[in-house]
């Protein structure tokens, strides 16, 4: 109950920050607008949808971590947490509280990437709920890396490693606009190594529904989600006890 | 009963004494304001009284309870209005009250009626549904009073509870603490005399880590030989006190 009224306040805060809905929602659909339209006019297979969603899906979750690591930085930042620290709520519930409403928040984002994949030629079909069904797993990696990013930096430290860093790797790094074997390699052993590439690959794997290649990538993201979000609460209780 | 019973309190960061072998007495329902130049280890004590910080060494009974092994407890007996306004920007002020509430476990009936209260004590009616991050700095130090009342705390810590106000928001402000006094002991941590003076039953004046001088302000102004508090306190702070 004391978590959920945390949770609550959280899915407030996000859903009223016009820049969170302008970057989160707006624009990704922008991209997946923009390159498909420069798809239209191409001889070649560039950014065909098929291909093009799953990885805008995938790449709008990097402003998730931003949403979320904003939030707790700004929180830490106005002394909100401090006084939240004197209340009955446990570590529990501020970790649960700053995770929970961001789920709902990431798989709205993909169904709103994936309708308006439809409207632009992708055919609707059931494999479409289980690449949705793969964002949250995906999604955890994202809110792991933006609890850890709140834990340790100050909201504008969140701008520049969140909002530049991340979203550069996330968007580099994973495939989403080039074939990373065009690349080839150090750059690609690193895209390789990281989770970026995997959890694009998951949700093309689940849409095309090549159930085969679900698991080894599954495996990739949710190794990286585990050790962040270990990692994120270690951060988080020791900037708690450090309050 | 004292409210709250300060043993040898220490804190130190590596090699800075922030806090040093800190004893005194608060009894119930007084309010004690620490005083003390930047750094005179105000605001470390606040924090350690109020569990946010572990003591190094020493120990503070709060209503008997203990701040190293009853954090818990303490916890409930207390509240904290920090030195930043701590408010939920994009939340409006009732979200805000109904936030602390929550987080308090109070249902809906003592939800209402507890906001209804805190209305009334601190004035918010004509702002209850405004976003607290577009308030001026006066409402917004209200609300945060105000959330820290919300769980009836029996000691409510005041980190510069008036800082950056204006005249007439410090004057406000000032009605509603000594509203509190006698019902709530209050710990109040400022940098102006004479908000000091025309609050506390009793202050305690801080100089590195150290309590240098504790008793009413007519009492610090004797012992000071001065008929201006904030003389008696620059005396005492420069050691010059008779």
């Not at chain 2, 105000?42 to 924090?47: E, M």
């Not at chain 2, 202050?203 to 008929?227: E, F, H």
Request: aromatic content about 6%; some cysteine.
């Amino acid at each position: 109950m004391r978590m959920l009224t945390l949770a609550k306040r959280n899915t407030k805060e996000i859903l009223r920050d016009p820049i969170n809905l302008g970057f989160g929602l707006g624009f990704p659909l922008v991209l997946i607008l923009l390159l498909s339209a420069i798809q239209a006019s191409i001889p070649v297979s560039l950014f065909e949808i098929e291909r093009l969603a799953p990885g805008i899906a995938v790449f709008g979750l990097s402003f998730v971590t931003l949403f979320s690591a904003t939030l707790i930085s700004k929180d830490r930042g106005s002394s909100l947490l401090q006084r939240l620290y004197t209340t009955p709520l446990t570590p529990a519930d501020f970790i649960l509280g700053y995770t929970l409403p961001i789920l709902p928040l990431s798989l709205a984002q993909g169904l709103i990437c994936y309708l308006v994949a439809i409207l632009l030629g992708l055919s609707p079909s059931v494999n479409i709920l289980i690449a949705l069904a793969f964002i949250i797993p995906i999604s955890l990696l994202y809110i792991a890396l933006g609890l850890l990013c709140g834990s340790v930096l100050n909201d504008k430290q969140v701008g520049g490693i969140c909002g530049a860093l991340l979203t550069n790797l996330s968007a580099w790094l994973s495939g989403i606009w080039f074939d990373l074997e065009l690349v080839g390699g150090v750059f690609e052993k690193i895209a390789n190594i990281l989770p970026f590439l995997h959890a694009v690959e998951l949700e093309r794997a689940a849409l095309a529904g090549n159930f085969a290649e679900i698991t080894g990538h599954l495996l990739w993201v949710l190794g990286y989600a585990a050790a962040t979000l270990f990692l994120a609460i270690l951060l988080f209780l020791r900037q708690m006890k450090r309050q | 009963m004292n409210a709250i019973e300060i043993r040898g309190l220490t804190k130190k960061y590596g090699t800075l004494v922030a806090v040093d072998s800190l004893s005194l007495t608060v009894g119930e329902g007084e309010l004690f304001s620490l005083l003390g130049v930047n750094g005179a280890g105000k605001t470390t004590t606040v924090k350690m009284l109020s569990c946010l910080t572990a003591p190094t060494e020493g120990d503070a009974l709060l209503l008997g309870k203990s701040i190293r092994e009853s954090t818990t407890e303490v916890k409930s007996i207390i509240a904290v209005s920090p030195q930043e306004t701590a408010v939920a920007a994009g939340l409006s002020v009732r979200e805000n009250l109904e936030l602390i509430c929550g987080v308090h476990g109070f249902d809906r009936e003592k939800r209402e009626r507890k906001i209804g209260e805190l209305c009334e004590l601190l004035g918010l009616s004509e702002v209850i549904n405004r976003r607290a991050g577009r308030l001026s700095g006066g409402w917004q130090r209200r609300v945060s009073i105000a959330m820290a009342l919300v769980s009836e705390p029996k000691i409510l810590f005041l980190d510069e509870p008036t800082l950056g106000l204006d005249v007439i928001a410090r004057s406000e402000l000032w009605d509603i603490i000594r509203a509190l006094k006698g019902n709530v002991t209050v710990i109040l941590t400022t940098h102006y005399m004479e908000e000091a003076e025309a609050l506390s039953d009793r202050v305690g004046i801080m100089k590195d880590g150290r309590l240098l001088a504790c008793d009413t302000p007519d009492g610090i102004k004797a012992l000071c030989g001065t008929d201006n508090f904030e003389q008696a306190f620059i005396r005492v702070v420069k050691g010059v006190a008779k």
